[in-house]
């Protein structure tokens, strides 16, 4: 079974940068599925974030986090990253990187749509 792996996550001051990494053990690969970004901010849902699709096209960002955000697949690498810039105390929150088989270049982040997620990762901004 597939299982991502989140990493990367930290205690950051305001405006500043984190890069998650999500990847999955020797044996798997995520290059053939569409990887979503979700986050869950402390006394609140999980929300979507970001999505790169399968063959890295049509990457989606979230209105609250487009611009400063960023999704790159390394296919060489087995990985995904979320780049995080211009960190604002709005974007605490466990990060989860989670999978679907898809072959299409676009993506979507409806969570019930996922199937394989990871543990998530903390992200902590603050003065």
């Known amino acids: 079974q597939l299982q991502p792996v989140e990493s990367g996550g930290g205690l950051v001051q305001i405006g500043g940068s984190l890069r998650l990494s999500c990847t999955t053990p020797?044996?798997?690969?995520?290059?053939?599925?569409?990887i979503g970004w979700f986050r869950r901010a402390p006394g609140k849902e999980r929300e979507g974030v970001s999505c790169i699709g399968s063959n890295g096209g049509a990457p989606f960002y979230g209105d609250s986090v487009k611009g400063r955000f960023t999704v790159i697949r390394d296919k060489a690498k087995n990985m995904v990253y979320l780049q995080m810039n211009s960190l604002k105390p709005e974007d605490t929150g466990n990060y989860y990187c989670?999978?679907?088989?898809?072959?299409?270049?676009?993506?979507?982040?409806?969570?019930?749509?996922?199937?394989?997620w990871g543990q998530g990762t903390l992200v902590v901004v603050s003065s």
């Open positions: 020797p044996g798997f690969t995520l290059n053939y599925y569409e």
């Open positions: 989670a999978a679907r088989y898809n072959e299409d270049y676009v993506c979507i982040t409806n969570q019930n749509l996922y199937d394989y």
